[in-house]
């Protein structure tokens, strides 16, 4: 009796599977979402330094590449040039992961970055070039199709091999990006 069973939820199943191949009952979607996206932005960036606890100031440029709306990659460069005594800078190029937290107008985002790091010592005394490990969150607002306003984005910096201890600088940014590729509201047959 049990062999007698499974043979027929054996044969149910593939009777099944088989009718639900052929009947190609799939609806077309009424719209799509927001999809895979390459952007590309830049802005301002204010940062606490914890080498002199001086307030830096500068720009950044970044790109995202998602391949679906919600988890992606970022890349970003930062340069710290404004606002510092004796000559202090900062730059960093990191990279790492970006995930979206809702598909809305309104995103907002976490990232994990590692990369980088250089400091330019005082009074032009040398510079060195550290590991850089950099927390964040923050969201953009879509503002069209193609243009998204990055409303703040907060960054935690540990810079855990710097020569004299460990450096932990953190931060604020806000600047305007583009989207490479095009947003498709409507299904494409």
Not at 57 to 66: E, I, M
Not at 79 to 104: D, F, I, K, M, S
Not at 162 to 167: P, Q
Request: include cysteine; aromatic fraction near 14%.
């Amino acid at each position: 009796m049990p062999q007698l069973m499974r043979r027929f939820c054996l044969l149910t199943g593939l009777l099944l599977l088989a009718l639900g191949a052929a009947a190609c009952a799939q609806a077309h979607p009424a719209a799509s979402g927001p999809g895979s996206n390459i952007t590309v932005g830049g802005g301002f960036s204010a940062v606490q330094s914890d080498y002199g606890k001086d307030k830096l100031g500068g720009g950044f440029a970044y790109v995202d590449v998602h391949p679906q709306w919600r988890f992606g990659l970022e890349g970003e460069a930062r340069y710290l040039r404004y606002h510092t005594n004796q000559g202090v800078h900062e730059t960093t190029y990191l990279g790492g992961a970006h995930v979206y937290l809702r598909p809305e107008n309104f995103r907002p985002y976490v990232k994990v970055l590692a990369r980088v790091g250089r400091l330019d010592f005082p009074f032009g005394y040398g510079t060195g070039t550290y590991l850089v490990i950099a927390p964040g969150a923050g969201f953009d607002l879509q503002v069209s199709d193609r243009i998204a306003i990055r409303a703040i984005d907060f960054e935690y910096q540990d810079w855990p091999q710097f020569t004299y201890g460990a450096l932990n600088p953190y931060g604020i940014s806000m600047g305007i990006s583009f989207r490479v590729n095009g947003l498709h509201r409507y299904p494409r047959h």
